[in-house]
């Protein structure tokens, strides 16, 4: 294994599927599948999740919602696709716990950095669910928040596409992908990888990231063993 220690970070929406809303139990089930693969291999993981496929703060505040309820809103959509992923990684053999960042006895253990890290150590995948616990803060900065914190050896990005782009290969057929890319030109070049709080703590912190396709069935063991796949930012 090149990484013994991860986190990883999932989308919310990636979680849906092809419904676009929800969680899709097919999508799920190969999510854990593939993480308690990785964990079984001795890999450390710990996990972050968006909650866009149940509510998005800042969609909520287009609706009518303060933005202050609205991000409070979102936290809480994270926290239930961490209690799915929790089931899943137990229904596939795994052992999971989920930590929110907020208190939410009974729902999740109030998130600790040192409780965290001994859990991992113990195989145990931690996810770590509610965001940082403050509006105005997404979740790619959670993730970034909880790789450093943690001492994650890299944050793994998982997303529905293999890398990062000249452009967005859906609209653009010329886009071209980066196989490795500083964080100095995905600034000069100004490519959305995450937003910009979160992209700074790991350039700041020299937190390298790997954007990568999760929803191809092994990919997330082939990045852990250090395969080229994806695209792998660093200083």
């Not at 854990?32 to 964990?39: D, G």
């Not at 653009?172 to 980066?178: E, G, L, N, Q, V």
Request: glycine share 12%; hydrophobic share 40%.
């Amino acid at each position: 294994m090149k990484y013994s220690r991860v986190l990883l970070k999932l989308s919310g929406e990636s979680l849906a599927g092809d419904q676009n809303h929800g969680i899709s139990t097919r999508i799920l089930d190969e999510y854990a599948r593939q993480i308690v693969e990785i964990v079984a291999k001795g890999c450390e993981a710990g996990i972050v999740i968006g909650g866009g496929n149940i509510f998005r703060g800042l969609s909520g505040t287009e609706s009518g919602f303060d933005r202050l309820k609205g991000d409070q809103m979102g936290m809480l959509a994270t926290v239930i696709n961490s209690l799915a992923l929790e089931s899943a990684i137990k229904k596939a053999g795994g052992r999971a716990r989920v930590f929110t960042s907020i208190r939410m006895e009974p729902v999740g253990e109030l998130y600790n950095r040192d409780r965290v890290v001994e859990e991992m150590k113990n195989g145990t995948v931690c996810i770590l669910s509610g965001g940082t616990g403050n509006p105005f803060f997404t979740t790619d900065t959670a993730a970034a928040l909880r790789a450093v914190e943690t001492g994650a050896d890299v944050l793994l990005k998982g997303t529905r596409v293999d890398g990062v782009y000249t452009a967005d290969p859906e609209k653009d057929p010329d886009a071209r992908k980066f196989d490795n890319i500083s964080f100095e030109e995905v600034i000069d070049k100004r490519l959305k990888v995450m937003d910009s709080t979160a992209f700074t703590m790991c350039r700041e912190n020299d937190m390298p990231i790997i954007v990568f396709d999760m929803n191809v069935p092994g990919n997330l063991m082939k990045v852990v063993k250090g395969n080229s796949i994806g695209t792998l930012i660093c200083n």
